[in-house]
């Protein structure tokens, strides 16, 4: 009967891409233990079923790529998560970036950290020997906050398992130490996800359009900011009337390529240009083409400011 029920069971669960009642358990005797419970009640939440499919299909796939680990924080650039779903890297960020808004994951884009929020309700240790098998891969995570945050989230499961029996907290204790250090301030460059062509690739400078104006003109400059910003910045795909007026004054006044060139590259040294930083008021925000020729509060134009670095990461 136990035979028939393996069978059963392992012939259900096949090629199934959640887990079924008694699965999990089936699974692990059959030697395949990478599985994650995702519970039903996510569909009655009041976020989840109001975002983009793109947003649902990342969230999935943050939480089954072979890239993470048992516990829910782990090591990833957006670029290998990308080029892991097949898809282009701009789609991929604009989905991540609706997820990291909500906020179904976080994520540290200098130390390359995705630490997904409340992973440990649905997928706990199962035991204090599974714990306990955690903490080689835990201790290979760069320090940094998300993994501090990490570390008290699980100390705080350890802590209430304790009241039932003191194996978990004996073990967290052991197997985890103390929390990782905070990691010494250093210089954001070598940080920075950069998801432009490096230097010396062989990317073309161009001074002229296709349709032989030089430079300074409002389709190289618009060529400009397509090829040189990160790819979450989005592309400008249309020179209406009112955006060429506008991007004509500022060639005027700003008319050297050099000038322009050092703007938008300064982009992928600001998180909160990128749209990876929310504060309130700007959930949404991301240096676009248009926010770039238009004047702050100050009344000193964005451009200037982003040239200046004044949104560098650790300024």
């Known amino acids: 009967?136990?035979?028939?029920?393996?069978?059963?069971?392992?012939?259900?669960?096949?090629?199934?891409?959640?887990?079924i009642a008694g699965?999990?358990?089936?699974?692990?005797?059959?030697?395949?233990?990478?599985?994650?419970?995702?519970?039903?009640?996510?569909?009655?939440?009041?976020?989840?079923?109001?975002?983009?499919?793109?947003?649902?299909?990342?969230?999935?796939?943050?939480?089954?790529?072979?890239?993470?680990?048992?516990?829910?924080?782990?090591?990833?650039s957006i670029e290998a998560l990308a080029k892991e779903k097949r898809w282009p890297v701009k789609r991929y960020l604009k989905a991540f970036r609706e997820a990291f808004g909500k906020p179904?994951?976080?994520?540290?884009?200098?130390?390359?950290?995705?630490f997904i929020p409340h992973f440990l309700k649905y997928n706990p240790p199962n035991?204090?020997?599974?714990?306990?098998?955690?903490?080689?891969?835990?201790r290979e995570i760069p320090d940094?906050?998300?993994?501090?945050?990490?570390?008290?989230?699980?100390?705080?499961?350890?802590?209430?398992?304790?009241?039932?029996?003191?194996?978990?907290?004996e073990v967290f204790t052991k197997a985890f130490g103390e929390p990782c250090r905070k990691p010494p301030a250093t210089d954001t460059d070598s940080y920075i996800l950069d998801l432009k062509e490096e230097e010396g690739s062989g990317e073309k400078r161009v001074d002229k359009s296709d349709n032989g104006v030089d430079w300074p003109s409002v389709e190289l400059l618009v060529e400009l900011y397509n090829s040189v910003t990160p790819e979450e910045c989005p592309e400008v795909e249309l020179i209406s009337p009112k955006r060429?007026?506008?991007a004509n004054r500022y060639l005027m006044v700003f008319p050297?390529?050099?000038?322009?060139?050092?703007?938008?590259?300064?982009?992928a040294h600001s998180t909160f240009l990128r749209g990876f930083t929310r504060s309130k008021g700007h959930e949404h925000f991301i240096a676009s083409f248009d926010w770039l020729l238009t004047k702050g509060q100050d009344g000193t134009e964005n451009c200037v400011k982003v040239w200046e670095g004044n949104?560098?990461?650790?300024?």
């Open 1 to 19: 009967m136990y035979v028939f029920c393996v069978r059963f069971f392992s012939f259900l669960g096949r090629g199934l891409p959640f887990p």
């Open 23 to 76: 699965a999990p358990i089936i699974w692990g005797l059959l030697g395949v233990s990478r599985y994650r419970n995702i519970h039903c009640l996510i569909w009655n939440d009041d976020k989840f079923p109001f975002v983009s499919d793109d947003c649902q299909l990342v969230f999935f796939h943050l939480l089954t790529t072979p890239l993470s680990t048992p516990f829910g924080l782990y090591k990833a």
């Open 104 to 114: 179904f994951v976080k994520y540290d884009e200098r130390h390359l950290v995705v």
């Open 127 to 138: 035991n204090p020997n599974v714990l306990k098998s955690w903490a080689p891969t835990y």
């Open 144 to 169: 940094c906050d998300l993994k501090a945050e990490f570390y008290q989230e699980l100390r705080s499961f350890a802590e209430k398992e304790a009241k039932i029996g003191k194996a978990f907290r």
């Open 244 to 246: 060429r007026e506008k």
């Open 256 to 267: 050297k390529r050099e000038f322009w060139e050092r703007v938008f590259s300064e982009i």
């Open 311 to 315: 949104y560098r990461d650790g300024k």
